[in-house]
């Protein structure tokens, strides 16, 4: 058909006009990207807000910078990858099955349905609290552990008889509290120890007090949080190459608080000791191994006396890197997460390799191989530990020893490792060579990335491309926040008994002593690691053959749980017997906090001599020549005036008042009544401030008022027939604990 020219624009034929609706197709795959989306969104608000916060403020900035579609479609990837690892995290932090777990564990009990109702009502909403815990602040954790202690004091006595003995009670009441204490996933205290074998009252009176501490359920709750926060960031990717490695963000802000705040107190303290000496407790501090520098001096001093041992024993030196499993890694090194993940915490790749080891050190034990040498943990760049271990052995037995660990290292997942490369990522040999460099030096590097970062300037890290110098921080709070013991020393002698030694200055009495401690003093106190190790029997000495032990002193006084407090004093010659020690620690010092300087300045100007020179005479007129200590009659009244009703007693002291002299005059004649002692008008004006003072052996506090009220010094230390009746006392506290109820 020809063209058709049309008379008007409007009356021309136009194209057809679309439906506005959407497609079946369409409509089905909108509501498929909805549903999936809000599926997201609920599954993410059942996950701890510390980390559903950070990806929310993700999705929000990407919304702003590449529009809804795009970040909806990113948090339904997101969610469709992350969310399974999230849950894998939280079942291993969680209490799940409640009620069906709390009916079972409750049936045995005795007790009505009705309290056994109320129970259960009350341990779910713990429980739910204690499933909440990632998210609690320090304040809420610290509710919650009062709230958990306050009803394990309340139920563990149910079970008890009055016909059953001491130790019968305490076993039932230790089994009832460790029940609950495992409803929250925490072990109970000695659980292995009484469990396994026969547990005396010395064993579950502290057990079950520890269990009932408010303090104690503190620590450990607190503990669970840090290390829940942690491993979510670890789950969603934050703690890896692309975003901050080694450690979070928070995680590292944490430590470094920490830190400063630590320091802060040790600034504000001192030790004193029972002579009222004080020194300050920072400078003792830094002066101490909590110091970096001096940890790492003391480290490179241990490891080069093993190198020295090496030489002079003909060894050789084997460098090992151990490696976890695939499984064990959140996150690959390109950044991406990693699918096999199976959802480990560093703390468990920890004790896997803890547990390696011990079936490599048993096998090499069996076959009469004997190694010694240092392993060092350190964290991949998501948190994953490996080791590195330096260990010194026999030229024959280096192939032998090689292929024990790669055996062991490379058992698991063994079908996978089809290649030398692929073995080489579980297990790898280096030898020393010592023409590129000594066993030191190798070392050397992981030591100090672990701990300081000296002399490493300009270095990178292998694993994340970053200077090391600036690694060493996010190391240690990798650390501290999953307690990693970084360094340990296999064989040897034991480095306390080498500190204590160079603590001894006395070598007079180390040679009159024996020949063989003079030996281990005098290699110990040049600092020869090497002599010292020799001295006390070699690199492979067992520790109960060793030639020179620590010296533990039993204090009379016991902690809150009712355990004997413990304490090194010194070093004694096994050769001689630990009756006749050397003491290294001669005197006892407590945390006080610092006096102020103007204080200082007026306890300063007091001493333990008496400065008057004339007779004074009491309130009574009672002759008194101020040195002769106070008689019966004399302590009678003053205690009698002292006890006199407020409203005859002085006005309240004002600084700075006509009353000034009158006052610290009359502070004056009641010390002197009250200890024998004469002070300074410095220090009656110290006390007329409410000051606390040791005067002639005497603790005196004073007032504003005033008056001088005596205090009464440490509680009584408790004798032997005391501490033999320690399981009476545990009983006595709990009926005390009921009565209060």
Known sequence: ????????????????????????????????????????????????????????????????????????????????????????????????????????????????????????????????????????????????????????????????????????????????????????????????????????????????????????????????????????????????????????????????????????????????????????????????????????????????????????????????????????????????????????????????????????????????????????????????????????????????????MADYACEQDADELTDERARQGRFHAVAIDAEKGSATGYIAKYIAKNVDGYALEGERDSETGGLLTQSAAAVSAWAARWHIRQFQFIGGAPVTVYRELRRLADSEAARGLSVDFATVHQAADRGDWAGYVTAQGGPFVPRAAVQVRVWYQTDDARNPYGEEKVAVRGVYDTGVGRDVPLLTRTRRWKIVPKIAAAQAQTHSSWSSVTNCTGATHDRNDTPWDGVTPLTRSQRRRLSARLRQPTAVRRPPFIPGSDTDRDAIREIQKDIRMMTGESISAGMGFSLLKGTTARINGLWCRGSSGGEIFGVSPCAKRQTAAERQQNARRILARFAAIRAQK
């Open 1 to 404: 058909m020809s063209d058709i020219a049309w008379a008007w624009p409007w009356n021309a034929p136009r194209p057809a006009i679309t439906s506005p609706g959407l497609t079946r197709e369409e409509e089905q795959r909108r509501n498929r990207t909805i549903a999936t989306l809000l599926r997201t969104r609920r599954w993410l608000a059942h996950h701890p807000h510390c980390v559903t916060a950070g990806i929310y403020q993700r999705m929000d900035r990407l919304a702003n910078e590449r529009g809804i579609p795009r970040a909806n479609a990113a948090l339904i990837a997101f969610g469709r990858r992350m969310l399974p690892r999230l849950q894998r995290v939280s079942e291993r932090y969680q209490a799940s099955g409640i009620e069906r777990t709390l009916t079972r564990e409750l049936t045995g009990w005795r007790f009505d349905d009705a309290y056994r109702r109320y129970l259960i009502t009350r341990l779910m909403d713990l429980l739910a609290r204690y499933n909440r815990l990632a998210d609690l602040t320090k304040a809420d954790i610290d509710l919650l552990a009062a709230d958990i202690a306050s009803l394990i004091r309340g139920e563990i006595d149910s079970e008890a008889d009055e016909s059953w003995g001491e130790l019968k009670t305490l076993h039932a009441w230790y089994l009832r509290a460790a029940h609950l204490c495992q409803l929250f996933r925490i072990t109970p205290p000695a659980w292995e120890r009484i469990t396994r074998r026969y547990a005396c009252e010395e064993q579950l009176g502290p057990a079950v007090l520890r269990m009932c501490n408010a303090l104690w359920w503190r620590s450990r709750l607190r503990r669970i949080a840090s290390a829940w926060r942690e491993h979510l960031q670890i789950a969603v990717g934050n703690v890896s190459q692309r975003g901050t490695p080694y450690a979070s963000k928070s995680c590292l802000s944490e430590w470094r608080e920490q830190k400063r705040r630590t320091r802060e107190f040790l600034k504000g303290m001192e030790l004193e000791d029972e002579e009222g000496n004080r020194i300050s407790l920072i400078e003792r501090y830094d002066a101490s191994h909590a110091n970096p520098a001096i940890r790492r001096c003391e480290l490179m001093t241990r490891i080069r006396g093993f190198e020295n041992i090496c030489q002079t024993l003909g060894y050789v030196g084997d460098f090992y890197t151990l490696t976890a499993p695939s499984s064990f890694h959140a996150t690959l090194r390109s950044g991406f997460p990693n699918p096999r993940w199976c959802g480990a915490s560093p703390a468990e790749t920890q004790r896997w390799f803890a547990s390696l080891w011990a079936r490599i050190r048993a096998r090499l034990h069996r076959q009469q191989i004997r190694v010694f040498g240092i392993r060092v943990a350190e964290p991949h760049h998501d948190g994953t530990p490996h080791w590195h271990m330096l260990m010194f052995m026999r030229p024959e037995n280096v192939a032998q020893v090689r292929a024990i």
